[in-house]
């Protein structure tokens, strides 16, 4: 087989067509991540408003919960301004504050020579010129303009640290980028901030300032043992830099008797590989991580805010639950006849599963309200037949000593009242344990679960305290009934 040489022209030209079939594929895969990333934040710009538009609340649980729905539409807002959250957090005196003002290219943020300036948050917007980085703005990718916003917090090592840790999570939970600050090797309370910092799983930036105080080999050397060693398993290479945001110079002065010598001057902040990092960042994946950032967060406040609500709900079940185990227990204990007692009994239960379906927002029917009824009874079981048995029994007997108080001269009124109040508590309970298994259906979004109402029923009634529960209602209506005239 004779093998002829492919010319020079033809490779260099198939060469050509391969790297421009590269390079197109490359620009497609880029369009294709950039088209996620928008509908990625057009879905979380639509589901966050769609979570604001159904919070159903009433006006009154608003009142306890201002600052969850302010959060939620700061979030909204985050979103249709395009805002970026950049964090920084470190020990004190490790040069957060200066570093910010070096990013903003002016001083806002506080600092001083004393033991942690910055007690409180702090937030600056940053806007990047031309002059600093060759850009006009910081731009989310294919988004227009937008702004980030960076935030200074306290130390993390500052007296009453539980406290403004605390406050340093909760940013870091709305923070789209974090930046670590050292100023040397790392404390055990560094890398323990670090790590627990590194699990809210945010794109993070581990800054070595203050490298302006180390000769060169010192700081090669640190930053080495860093990178190798210190957070080989939280941080790449990549995510670690160095920075002077207000380096002090040497600079030769001639003092007054003539001699010469040298003093410490602000020099220009070495900042600049800093900023290429976070716009490294921020163009490449800057979008996806305000989307995914905000419905992370936006997650957590809906988790905070439902639970406020079911316990502020819960409260208000618990009212209207006791409120009917006492105007049933009253009726049933100054009912003397046996059928109204029965009747009146199903109304006020039917009364209390329509109204707490309305406090939970289900919408529930009469006739619906009765088939619950019907279900809980069944599934209630020995409860439901005890209240039955008390009723058709003790009513009888009620009756007849109602009937014989005149004859008696007022002799009956204590065994009369006696078994009014056996009846009625034996009654309450029955419509505590109904009311209590209606919270839970309805809580659930009207259903069940996995378990059953079999399944759901038992364990509530397992968890009643039923003797606890006749002596409350016993004792409140000894207080109604106990003046009844005879």
Do not use: C
């Amino acid at each position: 087989m004779i093998m002829v040489e492919e010319p020079e022209s033809d490779r260099w030209l198939n060469d050509f067509e391969t790297e421009d079939l590269e390079s197109q594929l490359d620009q497609t895969l880029r369009d294709f991540e950039q088209i996620q990333a928008e509908l990625g934040y057009e879905q979380a710009q639509a589901s966050l408003q769609d979570l604001l538009n159904s919070l159903d609340l009433s006006a009154r649980e608003r009142q306890g919960l201002e600052s969850e729905i302010a959060s939620l539409q700061a979030m909204l807002e985050k979103l249709e301004h395009q805002v970026v959250h950049i964090a920084v957090f470190g020990m004190v005196s490790r040069g957060k504050s200066s570093l910010l003002n070096a990013l903003l290219g002016e001083s806002v943020f506080a600092t001083g020579p004393t033991h942690g300036v910055t007690r409180t948050r702090q937030q600056a917007s940053w806007q990047l010129s031309a002059a600093q980085l060759g850009v006009t703005q910081v731009s989310l990718q294919g988004a227009g303009q937008s702004r980030v916003e960076l935030i200074d917090t306290p130390g993390i090592d500052e007296i009453d640290g539980e406290t403004r840790e605390r406050l340093a999570h909760e940013v870091a939970k709305q923070a789209d980028l974090i930046l670590f600050v050292i100023a040397g090797d790392m404390t055990k309370v560094e890398y323990e901030a670090l790590s627990t910092l590194r699990m809210a799983s945010k794109p993070m930036l581990l800054v070595f300032n203050k490298v302006d105080q180390y000769p060169e080999a010192d700081r090669q050397a640190i930053y080495a043992k860093i990178r190798d060693q210190r957070v080989r398993e939280l941080l790449s290479a990549n995510e670690i830099v160095m920075a002077a945001a207000a380096p002090l110079l040497p600079v030769a002065i001639q003092r007054p008797d003539g001699s010469l010598g040298a003093e410490l001057r602000p020099g220009s902040p070495q900042v600049e590989d800093l900023k290429l990092k976070i716009l490294e960042i921020l163009d490449r994946e800057g979008k996806a991580l305000v989307a995914l950032n905000t419905m992370l967060y936006a997650d957590d406040i809906q988790g905070q805010l439902v639970a406020k609500k079911m316990q502020i709900r819960d409260r208000a079940a618990n009212r209207i639950i006791w409120q009917s185990v006492t105007t049933k227990a009253v009726a049933i204990a100054l009912n003397p006849i046996t059928l109204v007692d029965v009747m009146s009994s199903a109304v006020i239960d039917v009364a209390m599963i329509l109204t707490l379906s309305k406090l939970y927002g289900i919408s529930m029917t009469q006739q619906g309200a009765v088939g619950l009824l019907r279900k809980i009874a069944i599934a209630m079981g020995g409860i439901s037949a005890s209240e039955l048995l008390a009723t058709l029994g003790l009513s009888s007997l009620k009756g007849i000593l109602a009937l014989a108080v005149p004859a008696t001269g007022g002799a009956s009124i204590l065994p009369y009242l006696s078994v009014a109040t056996t009846q009625g508590a034996v009654a309450g309970v029955s419509t505590y344990a109904m009311g209590e298994i209606t919270k839970q259906y309805l809580m659930q979004g009207a259903a069940w679960g996995p378990s059953g109402p079999k399944t759901v029923v038992r364990e509530i009634l397992a968890s009643l305290d039923q003797s606890d529960l006749l002596m409350r209602i016993k004792v409140e209506l000894r207080q109604k009934i106990g003046q009844v005239p005879s």
